[in-house]
């Protein structure tokens, strides 16, 4: 079955411009996961959708948002850009059974680099 | 959640086993332990997940200690492929609320050697 896609894979943006970042789950996932990994940070979760709800959200500015479509598509958007947000940005779906254990599939990112 | 310590970095040679030490001795009874792993530039790779008892797959093996405090991931003929940062977290299964907030620490660099 297809695994969680990520559009784009690479793009660059200007300081001050905004992007929005694109991630399709595996289908029959429900939950979906977004996460900001960079050398100096390691990997911090941004925030996490479940039937178009944020559930979860990590420690970082209002300038990072998201959403979740009706069929779990899930869309990150990053306004006022600043270099600092250069980054490789992660998705993750999962089934959320809501109990017991719950498995996290990434996909292969979307690499941004602010200029 | 529990906090987990592991080694920065390991080296194995190629067809030997790897085994990967996490200790996370603030474990409580409704944790489990996850182990991911992520090869350069790609997204991180779920790699298996146990509560209390060794747990087995394709890929890997998870042996926990009795008490739980700690665990070790092995992978029994480390190859090439298997260079790659290996992260353990320990993850409460919480029913109903968000699962998907996983804390990622530095992981352990595994370096798989010819």
């Known amino acids: 079955k297809a695994g969680v896609t990520q559009t784009p894979r690479y793009l660059i943006k200007t300081r001050g411009q905004q992007v929005t970042l694109s991630c399709s789950p595996i289908?029959?996932?429900?939950?979906v996961s977004w996460y900001q990994q960079t050398p100096g940070q390691g990997l911090q979760f941004l925030f996490e959708?479940?039937?178009?709800?944020?559930?979860n959200k990590g420690n970082f500015p209002g300038r990072f948002s998201g959403r979740q479509f009706s069929n779990s598509r899930s869309e990150m958007n990053v306004s006022t850009l600043e270099l600092g947000d250069s980054a490789l940005y992660l998705c993750?779906?999962?089934?959320?059974?809501?109990?017991?254990?719950?498995?996290?599939?990434f996909g292969a990112g979307s690499r941004l680099t602010v200029l | 959640d529990a906090k987990t310590t592991q080694p920065p970095s390991m080296d194995c040679a190629e067809g030997r086993a790897a085994n990967l030490p996490c200790n996370h001795s603030?474990?409580?009874?409704?944790?489990?332990v996850y182990w991911y792993r992520q090869i350069h530039s790609q997204g991180p790779q779920y790699i298996i997940h146990?509560?209390?008892n060794n747990e087995t797959n394709e890929m890997a093996s998870l042996i926990i200690t009795e008490d739980r405090k700690s665990s070790t991931l092995i992978l029994p003929h480390a190859t090439l492929r298997d260079t790659a940062v290996y992260y353990c977290?320990?993850?409460?299964?919480?029913?109903?609320?968000?699962?998907?907030?996983?804390?990622f620490g530095k992981g352990t660099k595994l370096s798989v050697k010819p």
């Open positions: 977290i320990v993850r409460v299964a919480r029913n109903g609320g968000s699962q998907g907030n996983l804390i």
């Open positions: 959708y479940f039937s178009e709800t944020q559930r």
């Open positions: 289908s029959g996932h429900r939950s």
């Open positions: 603030t474990i409580s009874g409704n944790e489990y």
């Open positions: 993750a779906s999962s089934r959320d059974p809501g109990s017991g254990a719950n498995v996290l599939t």
């Open positions: 146990g509560l209390k």
